[in-house]
């Protein structure tokens, strides 16, 4: 998929997903900068896969819009935005602490809401895509976390409607929804017996997917053969919805 000179932004691209996706891109022959709160990470990162790094946390909307102004300086326009940024959350509603609920919501939902709307004033001048990082719970709901089922649930209808909103300036907009992904997010959790006995009997294809596949949809989304593909909330879950 020819991605030739197309300006990226891939937030959380230090690791896992973002990473996987931002080195993807740029195979693909797109500039990409990264935006994560991990400087250190963020700057090997960055160096390795041939990206630029701009510090961020998404989860304050200053940051965010400074995030896509120094990307437009440095590639001249922007014509992808991806909001990959995230955090785990494993408290069930009795467990959770008001504060971590808003801590979650802030940097999973909130963090997504801020780069859509950042992007917006560039993306009109490109006819750009956004694309979304949620989830699976987004989708469905499960045991043990409620924050982060919450805030992925609010993604997915948020990028229906910015798809609507947007639609008008030829901006598209959808979200992929990973079932689970060997990624450092997931690295504790899985190393638990009981619930990678959960993740897996969960998942028809019977096993957690690698990075590098989440990484082939964005780049779909976000090319041309995708052209006529909106307000998509689109599970890459080896089938965990689909039972
Ligand atoms: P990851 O390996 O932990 O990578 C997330 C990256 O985002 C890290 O570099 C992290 O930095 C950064 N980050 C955290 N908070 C941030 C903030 N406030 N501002 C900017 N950057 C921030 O996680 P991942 O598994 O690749 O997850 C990427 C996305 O996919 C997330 O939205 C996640 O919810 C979603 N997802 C993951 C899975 C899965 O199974 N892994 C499944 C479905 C959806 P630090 O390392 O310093 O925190």
Known sequence: MDLEEQSVIVTGGSSGIGKAMAERFIEEGADVVIGDIDVESGQEVAEEIGAEFVEC??????????????????????????????????????????????????????????????????LKETEG??????????????????????????????????????????IRVNSICPGFVDTPMTDEALKDGDFKDHVLNNTPLGRVAQPEEIAGVAVFLASEEASYITGVNLPVDGGWTSH
């Not at 922007?78 to 995230?86: H, K, S």
């Not at 408290?91 to 919501?105: A, F, G, L, P, W």
């Open 57 to 122: 946390d998404v989860s304050d909307y200053e940051q965010v819009e400074n995030l896509v102004e120094k990307a437009v300086e440095e590639n001249g326009k922007l014509d992808c935005m991806v909001n990959n940024a995230g955090i785990g959350s494993v408290k069930n509603i009795e467990e959770m602490e008001i504060e971590d609920y808003h801590s979650t919501i802030s940097v999973d939902l909130d963090g997504v809401m801020y780069g859509c709307k950042a992007a917006t004033p560039h």
């Open 129 to 170: 895509c956004i694309i979304n990082i949620a989830s699976i719970y987004g989708l469905v709901g499960d045991i043990g976390s409620t924050a982060y089922n919450a805030a992925k649930g609010g993604v997915v209808n948020l990028t229906r409607s910015v798809a609507d909103d947007l639609a008008q300036y030829n």
